[in-house]
Structures are given as structure tokens and as C-alpha cells.
């Protein structure tokens, strides 16, 4: 097994990684014990973002924590969409019990069956990576954003979890670069979405990770490859790293964080 299947595999994605919402949660729960930043991620998310009325649509929506814990305030009707039917169920759950009005379908972010220039808003929040050729799937949010409307795509930058990186090398010989900045990140990410959006705009979020539980940050390691699959003594040898890291640190790990959010204006049409 390879680090790619992460960034491209689709039936892995949808068959074993985002069949549940459990390993997501295992990562998201890093973030909310731990993040420094003054606001949570999703509320800051949603203060970012100009909000207009009409139809909005996400695409790889995961569980909708984005409805949940974002709360943004909108009034139109919502389409969330994924790859795996079992976020869709869990979005489409969570966010009517925030008190929206919500529809769901599965589908591919690169092939979604929604008008040309329907939606005033198109969410894509940590999921553009995952998709085998990215520039597909910006092609897709540009044709159904309306040319008015704004496109809200969040991503990681390449020096996310650099910490960790170095722990998973150690064990795994994995390469100790983000993959999923590698394949759409804060970088590598604008040109593509340039080629689709007339405006593309970046606001970075400022936060790191203090961490205090070495239980939490293993289960976040754990839960992508290629650790999920390490044996026994690959895990035992991470842990005693982790653990080190602990003792060095005086109980606690810091963990560089590097994330931003792309506002992007005026669908370029074909
Ligand atoms: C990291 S999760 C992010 C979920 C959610 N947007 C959030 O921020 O909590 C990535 C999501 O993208 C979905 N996904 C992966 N490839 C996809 C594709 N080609 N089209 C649509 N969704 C996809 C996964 O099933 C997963 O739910």
C-alpha cells in the first residue's frame, strides 16, 4: 500500500476511510481539544465568507460538522453531496437537526447532476484533495456557481503536521511532506482554482496545536494510511516515539498548523 491511496483512491475513500464517520472524528477531534486559535475552525470559516441569499451546495460534505458547529447564517435551500453514502446520511442528519433545510445526494465532486449556475454558494472544505484530478472537480464548482455567487474552498498548506510527519518517517519511511498539500494545497491549489474563477482570494487560519494527551494524538495518527495498517511493532515503535516527544515537551506536543480558505469569484465559463 502506498501513501496515495489517500489522494486519489476512490474506492478506498468510499469503501474503507469515509465509509463512517469514526477516523474522520478520531482527526477532528485533535483540532477541538486542542487548537489555540481564538474561534474553532468551522465558526471562523463561516465569518469569512459574504454570505449571499440561494440555493448553496457542498460537495464532500463528510458527517456536516460544517453545519453543526458552523452554524452559518443562511436561509436557502441545501444540497450535500459525497462520495460515501454514509456522510451523506450523517450531513443530512446533523444538519436538519441544526435546523436547516437540507437535501443529500452521493456523487463525485467531479460529476455532480445539478444545474449550470444554480448556487449561490459552493462549499469544498478539506476534501479537494482526495480527488483523482482536482482542476475536474474546481471545473465542476465553477459551472454550477452562479456568477454572482462565491466558492469556499478550504485546504491544508505544506507545512501542516510537520511534526508528525517526521514520526510517521521514522517508522513508516514514508516521505515527510503534507500529500494532501501536495495535491491540492494552499499552493498548489490557487492555479488550478485560477483557471476556473476570474477572483481567487486566500485568508489564512492562525492556529497551532498544544496537545496533551498522548491517547488522542495516536488515534489521530492511526486513523489514515499508512499507519492504520502498521502492525503491532510499527505501532508499538510510533507510540514509544510519541511518547518521547511527550517527556520532551514537558507533557505537551505542539503541532505547526498550516490552513487557509480560498474565496473564489466570477466563473470562468467554457
Ligand atoms: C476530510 S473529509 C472532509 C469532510 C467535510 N468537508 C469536513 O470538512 O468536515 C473529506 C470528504 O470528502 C469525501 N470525498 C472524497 N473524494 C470525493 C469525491 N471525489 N467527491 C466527493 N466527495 C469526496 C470523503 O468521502 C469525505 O467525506
Keep these: 500500500m502506498t501513501d496515495d491511496r489517500f489522494t486519489g483512491d476512490q474506492a478506498y475513500l468510499r469503501g474503507s476511510q469515509y465509509r463512517t464517520p469514526d477516523k474522520l472524528a478520531d482527526r477532528q477531534r485533535l483540532h477541538t481539544r486542542y487548537s489555540t486559535a481564538p474561534q474553532k475552525w468551522f465558526p471562523w470559516l463561516v465569518d469569512q465568507v459574504p454570505w449571499c441569499d440561494g440555493p448553496i451546495v457542498e460537495v464532500g460534505c463528510g458527517p456536516g460538522n460544517f453545519w453543526e458547529e458552523g452554524r452559518p447564517p443562511v436561509r436557502g435551500p441545501i444540497t450535500l453531496t459525497d462520495l460515501s453514502a454514509g456522510m451523506v446520511e450523517a450531513a443530512v442528519a446533523r ?74 518517517h521514522a517508522v513508516f519511511a514514508s516521505r515527510v511532506v503534507d500529500r494532501t498539500a501536495e495535491a491540492f494545497g494552499l499552493t498548489t491549489g490557487r492555479p488550478m482554482l485560477e483557471a476556473a474563477f476570474a477572483d481567487v482570494e486566500l485568508i489564512r487560519f492562525p492556529d497551532m496545536l498544544r496537545v496533551t494527551e498522548v491517547d488522542d494524538l495516536m488515534a489521530y495518527l492511526c486513523s489514515y494510511p499508512p499507519i492504520e495498517d502498521g502492525d503491532e511493532h510499527q505501532i508499538a515503535e510510533l507510540r514509544s516515539l510519541v511518547d518521547a516527544a511527550f517527556v520532551a515537551g514537558d507533557g505537551v506536543v505542539e503541532i505547526t498548523k498550516d490552513v487557509g480558505v480560498f474565496l473564489c469569484r466570477g466563473p470562468r465559463r467554457p
Excluded at 115 to 122: C, G, K, L, M, P
Excluded at 123 to 136: G, Q, R, W
Design 95 to 168: 444538519a436538519s437537526a441544526a435546523g436547516y433545510t437540507v437535501g443529500g445526494h452521493v456523487a463525485p465532486a467531479e460529476q455532480l447532476d445539478l444545474a449550470d449556475a444554480s448556487a449561490a454558494h459552493v462549499i469544498a472544505n478539506h476534501m479537494l484533495y482526495h480527488v483523482p484530478h482536482p482542476p475536474d472537480a474546481v471545473a465542476e464548482i465553477a459551472r454550477v456557481l452562479r456568477p454572482d455567487g462565491v466558492a469556499v474552498v478550504a485546504t491544508n498548506g505544506e507545512r501542516h503536521f510537520r511534526e508528525t510527519k517526521q514520526l510517521e
